[in-house]
């Protein structure tokens, strides 16, 4: 069997990837997680400790222990999803977001490359260090366009900055000392197990609660919407049949304006759980002053992948959000507990005050 080490499994994205990989025969699995306030609910989801599977609860800036378990687990490859990943925290604290998402990476790749230097043969041609990022590093699009594997980074937010820091880091491992890189760029994603602070579940989570739809300026905002579980899909094929060096995009096609998802999820809610006062669950919506740098419009373009490895996104936008809202009104025991103790809704992103 296979052995693959991910880093961050127990977050959104990581917990997924891990799910779909443990539907695989072939493959075992060693998860690394922190589990920081985001891992809140998705430690067990779905992931049972068993001859397939083992959990290390750690931080991925402790060189020395990431050392120690890639040298005790010998994976055929590592995924790194770890991160700090939501914009408006990263505005308010954005210290986390630079020791995580940068001195994390560099301790992984340096903990992944005294691992490698040891492999021989086929074991060291086959290892792939693959590192999962996000559209953000690319900045804001005008109202054409779409981000390609070419597009020059000119990251808006902390988290942004702080996620190309990294990618440069990892694409500087593969050109230094040729460690067996492959980098990775998302859309938005969005499904099940969501933490409630995003925009997807916050809305979905809010209007059950009956409470208001805060949306940032006018909505007008563009986001590029990628299921969850496509884009677990997505890093299994580029981890199979993906070549070093490279890097790929992966996105849903799916744009819509903020405002636009948020009145998608209103109609889905409006048939399936009305409000108990009669009242449209759009009749919530209301705009709050927007985020500092908040970038225009994303959208990704995923020719290269769909052309090269023929992954392809199996949700719409459409079939996917239905899926979303079904899944947290079904699941209203795991959503919550979150939202009565981890998160209760508040606004994130406010200003932080200067050291």
């Known amino acids: 069997m296979a052995k693959v080490l991910v880093t961050g499994g127990c977050g959104f994205i990581g917990s997924a990837v891990c799910r779909a990989l443990l539907r695989l025969s072939d493959i075992c699995l060693v998860n690394v997680d922190k589990l920081t306030y985001a891992a809140a609910g998705l430690f067990s989801a ?4 068993g001859p397939k599977y083992r959990f290390y609860r750690q931080d991925i800036c402790d060189s020395r222990a990431m050392a120690s378990i890639i040298e005790r687990e010998k994976p055929e490859a590592i995924l790194h999803l770890a991160a700090e990943s939501h914009v408006d925290r990263s505005i308010s604290g954005p210290s986390a977001f630079i020791t995580t998402n940068i001195l994390g990476t560099y301790s992984l790749l340096e903990a992944a490359r005294s ?39 000119d990251p808006s937010s902390p988290y942004a900055a702080s996620k190309a820091c990294s990618d440069h880091l990892v694409r500087a491992w593969g050109r230094t000392y040729g460690l067996p890189v492959i980098v990775t760029n998302c859309s938005n994603n ?52 993906g070549i070093a060096g490279e890097s790929y995009n992966v996105g849903g096609r799916g744009e819509r304006t903020n405002l636009q998802v948020v009145e998608a999820i209103c109609r889905h809610l409006d048939g399936l759980q009305p409000r108990r006062d009669g009242r449209a669950h759009a009749e919530a919506i209301h705009f709050v002053p927007d985020r500092p740098g908040h970038d225009l419009r994303y959208a990704i373009d995923p020719a290269k992948l769909e052309r090269c490895l023929g992954w392809r996104a199996r949700e719409t936008f459409e079939t996917g959000l239905e899926k979303t809202v079904v ?29």
């Not at 779905?46 to 400790?49: A, C, H, R, S």
């Not at 260090?129 to 699009?141: A, C, K, Q, Y």
């Not at 579940?201 to 909505?219: H, K, Q």
């Not at 009104?329 to 606004?347: C, D, F, I, K, T």
Request: zero cysteines; charged letters at 25%; aromatic letters at 14%.
């Open 115 to 153: 691992y490698w230097l040891k492999l021989k043969g086929e074991r060291a041609e086959r290892f792939r260090f693959l590192h999962i990022s996000t559209d953000e590093v690319f900045g804001s699009l005008g109202a054409e366009g779409a981000f390609t594997e070419t597009t020059p980074y």
């Open 190 to 241: 969005y499904g099940p197990y969501q933490f409630p602070e995003k925009l997807i579940p916050l809305m979905i989570t809010n209007a059950l609660m009956d409470m208001e739809l805060p949306v940032y300026g006018s909505g007008e905002n563009v986001r590029d919407w990628l299921y969850v579980e496509d884009h677990a899909d997505a890093l299994i094929t580029i981890l199979e049949r």
């Open 46 to 49: 779905g992931l049972i400790p």
């Open 327 to 355: 899944w947290y009104l079904e699941n209203e025991a795991w959503w919550r507990p979150l939202r009565e103790s981890a998160y209760r809704g508040e606004r994130l992103g406010l200003m932080a005050e200067s050291a």
